[in-house]
């Protein structure tokens, strides 16, 4: 690899990964500082540009070793045998062309990492319901990157200035959720934040691990998931020298660990570690997929469709995703975590 590039895939075309994307690579100093290069589609990317009025070039290449970054060009590696998006394509809105062309890049970028071209990837947002129209057998990024790298031990952790956590369960129902919490899921997810946080350069990381139920199950009367799962995992963990403590009332872990109490908080499901980093605002929040072979971010907010075309989208999140990337990339295999705290 002649120089650490991180691959940015377009995200869903329908909605404001383009706009973004191209508002980040018209910052010259940022492309100076963050080589990079897009996977997706150059006429929508060139078509963005001349709607936002923004002096960019958009230069197609063939390979990864035709990638020579500079200031004002925007280079698009088109993913060999996938068509053109039609120029007529409606932003705001579900379609599965817009969501077979998402997953065409993210698997693109996937192999390249894999086999050590680019150094890692940043991906802007893609659309669930636009993966299900393309028949795409993913519910998203996190599990997307991990099958198709062959990892098995991944997580999704959310990270802002002031707070990290890590998700024991992802994309799936409530009832799903529950149903999937273990004490061994519980201990693998306990253990890669610790390795997350030691990635970091924090020595001894303070591990919380947030309760499932309300005041984490008030000792049984608020169901056992607590008391039965939880607990002995943070047992098990401790007994491996991790620094893990809880089930912690999942109403104050995140609280305090803002307050510097914790170093990150184990959250046992989507909503419950998403909302306290969110809160904070989705500018300043960065996604990282744990346990990689390779640096993967992304900005904390979706395609916001309900923006999509009007010009408006801030690109702060994506910039600050890429920043990350770079901040984390390393040349030996084995990345374990990248963060923009």
Known sequence: ????????????????????????????????????????????LRRQAAAL??????REVNSVAEVAPEPGVLEVLQVPGSAALPENLAVGEVSAAAGQAAFDAIRMAIELAVRGDIAGICTAPIHKEALGAAHV???????????????????????????????????????????????????????LAHRAMRDLGIERPRVAVAGLNPHAGE???????????????IRLAQAEGIDASGPWPGDTVFMNASRGRFDIVVAQYHDQ???????????????????????????DHGTAFDIAG???????????ALRTAHQFVRPQAGHTFSTGA
Not at 140 to 153: F, I, P, V
């Open 1 to 44: 690899m002649k120089q650490k590039l991180i691959a940015v895939t377009m995200g869903d075309a329908a909605g404001i990964g383009p706009e973004i994307i191209v508002k980040t690579f018209a910052n010259a100093a940022l492309c100076v500082e963050q080589p990079s290069f897009v996977i997706g589609d150059a006429g929508v």
């Open 137 to 191: 057998p993913y519910p998203g990024h996190t599990e997307m990157l991990a099958d198709l790298s062959g990892t098995r031990d991944y997580a999704m952790m959310l990270v802002n200035p002031t707070l990290r956590t890590i998700l024991v369960t992802v994309h799936c129902s409530m009832l799903d959720a529950i149903a999937k919490l273990s004490v061994e899921s519980e201990l693998r997810i306990i253990r």
């Open 310 to 320: 009007k010009g408006i989208a801030d690109p702060a999140s994506l910039q600050l």
């Open 53 to 58: 009025d923004v002096q960019l070039t958009i």
């Open 273 to 299: 570690g998403l909302i306290p980093v969110k809160l904070a605002g989705v500018e300043d929040g960065v996604n990282i997929t744990v346990g990689l072979p390779f640096v993967r971010t992304s900005p």
């Open 219 to 233: 000792g049984g009367l608020f169901g056992r998931e607590d008391l039965d799962i939880i607990a002995p995992a």
